[in-house]
């Protein structure tokens, strides 16, 4: 709660500091907004309080949740620097939006209340349309922003629609009282209630991108500006799988049986679509798009499986995911800035050109495909013994075969940056960007060596 | 008396709906829209929320359905620019809203909502007091924080809109 105020404010004192001649102070400043609201979320650690007639609470889940998001925004922004640099007008209202959104995301993690959580997905999703046509000049940053704003609308309408659902079957908003009414279901009305979480898990999983809602996931990432593209698929992916599985859990917990088949199916389909569509694309940004499809789909495992693993196996996964992909994408915006181009053959040679830059995207790419040593193992492991426990081998067996389909798509970049020739000269990187890329790359492999700092924290 | 005006309005609705999606003009559109919502006013009066009437009838129909009116006159969309979809897709859509349609009746047509407790209904709960006490109390939170959403769309309304250094005017 202290976050979402702090947030709220620091946002609209963004908009002032951008009213300043220099653009210099912007990022100074929202970096501290950042590590203040950090530093009072912390405070909530194993204080849970409830607010505004439970509307809201803060709980262990949902500070991590909430720490993994402010901290993936603190890593993201320092690669917003060429903004600085050329002296952006709107640089201001880009942070502004950030912060806005990261007031949704908390919105979406520590909800208790269905309206909360309808409010929440809306400030993120609003502040991501917006932000996905920022670059104004750019037909493809407009296409992105239209079509994310148009499909986006549609499945916000078709959660309301599932809530008031719902809300006819239960005739309530909260999700102790739509809990109570799930697992004594009345049969007069458990129709309606079995659509109205249809039609929100519809909504919601369109919102984590995961199969068959996920088509719009490559354009729009291919699109949208290439820091705001991790923004993306880290910060609001994390937000949407924290909501997805609380309401999942404090909602719909009874009636597990019914939702089960559902879930499992889009989950396969999702690990099917994201990884063999990823295997075709020649864009490194549409590769991370459809990865992050793929990993949507590995999250959604957790959800499946549904036990008392579960919380921290996806706690951990999104942390894995989320610095790993940050750092490649931090590479990327460095690589197609300089060579224009954002295929594969553009990183050819980067090993000799930048061997930092080729180090953290190998480290990245390591992480992202689940190789030991690296975060993203620990986080498959995690994910794969909490749906063990629940004898779901089959659904194990699948997620593995689609691991080995990642290798390939993962090693495609790795090559073209150590075994091709280089193309072009080397390609310069300020200071802060070089010591965020560094210390990505310390907490994937700190994840990947002493993983046991990061589990079982909830 | 009511129950037929009841009827007459939920054909009214389901009518001007259909004549939205299905006429070719875009401008008839609108106005089958306006006409939507002019109908779904006339629901909200029965169920006694004269406030969301007035609102559905000042805001929706007033001045939502006019600016959508302004745009479509702005962008001179006529039938031979209007960009036609392959076949495919519509016979692919049309199955896929179709069977979402089919699992709704479906699922739908056994639900008895058994009339909850109409003698504690409290008849008065639309009412503009009734409602801004309960959107004060009970929903503050919500409600409050509507605001961070709408401060969000405002800025980047403005960001998209603001005229870029060096831009020149097109209209």
């Known amino acids: ?458 | 008396m009511t129950g037929n005006f009841f009827y007459f309005l939920t054909f009214l609705t389901l009518f001007a709906a259909i004549g939205v999606v299905a006429s070719k003009n875009p401008v008839y559109s609108v106005l089958f829209m306006i006409l939507t919502f002019f109908a779904l006013t006339g629901h909200y009066i029965l169920l006694n929320a004269q406030f969301l009437a007035a609102v559905n009838f000042i805001v929706y129909m007033g001045a939502i359905m006019v600016l959508f009116l302004f745009v479509i006159m702005f962008l001179n969309m006529r039938e031979d620019t209007e960009q036609h979809k392959p076949l495919l897709s519509k016979i692919a859509a049309a199955i896929a809203g179709g069977i979402l349609f089919v699992v709704m009746i479906a699922a739908l047509k056994d639900v008895d909502t058994q009339m909850k407790a109409t003698a504690v209904f409290d008849s008065q709960i639309g009412m503009v007091e009734n409602l801004g006490k309960v959107l004060f109390r009970d929903y503050l939170l919500p409600f409050e924080l509507a605001s961070v959403l709408f401060l969000a769309a405002m800025a980047g309304a403005v960001m998209l809109g603001k005229r870029e250094p060096g831009e020149q005017n097109r209209f």
Request: aromatic fraction near 14%; charge should be neutral.
């Open chain 1, 1 to 458: 709660m202290t976050s979402i105020i702090l947030l709220s404010i620091f946002g609209i004192l963004n908009l002032f500091v951008g009213f300043m001649k220099s653009k210099k102070a912007l990022m100074p400043a929202v970096l501290l907004f950042l590590a203040v609201s950090l530093g009072a979320t912390m405070f909530d650690w194993n204080q849970p309080q409830s607010y505004f007639s439970n509307m809201l609470s803060t709980d262990n889940f949902s500070v991590g949740f909430t720490a993994v998001m402010v901290v993936s925004t603190l890593f993201i922004l320092p690669f917003s620097r060429s903004y600085v640099v050329a002296e952006n007008s709107n640089l201001a209202e880009y942070y502004s939006l950030l912060l806005f959104s990261l007031v949704g995301g908390i919105m979406m993690v520590s909800y208790e209340n269905l309206l909360i959580l309808f409010v929440g997905i809306e400030i993120m999703s609003i502040s991501m349309y917006i932000i996905a046509g920022s670059d104004k000049r750019n037909i493809l940053s407009n296409e992105a922003s239209m079509k994310y704003f148009l499909m986006g609308s549609f499945f916000t309408g078709i959660i309301l629609f599932g809530i008031a659902l719902l809300y006819g079957a239960t005739g309530a908003f909260y999700l102790t009282d739509i809990a109570a009414a799930a697992t004594n279901m009345d049969p007069a009305t458990s129709p309606l209630l079995l659509m109205g979480l249809l039609l929100v898990l519809i909504g919601v999983t369109f919102k984590i991108g995961a199969a068959p809602f996920h088509f719009w996931t490559p354009d729009v990432y291919e699109g949208t500006p290439t820091v705001f593209t991790s923004y993306m698929s880290t910060v609001v992916k994390t937000a949407g799988i924290a909501a997805f599985y609380k309401l999942m859990s404090a909602a719909f917990g009874g009636v597990y049986d019914q939702w089960f088949p559902t879930v499992v199916a889009i989950t396969v389909l999702t690990l099917l679509i994201g990884n063999i569509g990823a295997v075709a694309q020649n864009s490194m940004k549409r590769m991370l798009a459809y990865s992050s499809i793929s990993h949507a789909g590995y999250l959604m495992i957790a959800l499946t499986s549904f036990n008392d693993r579960s919380e921290n196996a996806i706690l951990f996964y999104s942390l894995a995911y989320a610095v790993a992909t940050i750092a490649a994408f931090g590479v990327l915006k460095y690589v197609s800035d300089e060579r224009g181009s954002d295929e594969y053959s553009a990183f050819n040679g980067l090993g000799k050109t930048n061997p930092l830059l080729a180090f953290v995207m190998t480290v990245a790419m390591l992480s992202l495909a689940g190789i030991p040593l690296t975060g993203g193992f620990f986080g498959k492991l995690f994910l794969f013994s909490a749906a063990l426990e629940q004898d779901m081998v089959w659904l194990i067996i699948v997620a593995v075969l689609m691991s080995a389909v990642g290798i390939y798509y993962y090693f495609r970049v790795i090559i073209a940056m150590y075994m091709r020739d280089a193309e072009g000269t080397r390609i310069a990187v300020d200071p802060l960007a070089t010591f965020t890329l560094i210390s990505l790359v310390v907490l994937t492999v700190l994840m990947g060596v002493v993983p046991g700092l990061f589990n079982n924290l909830l």
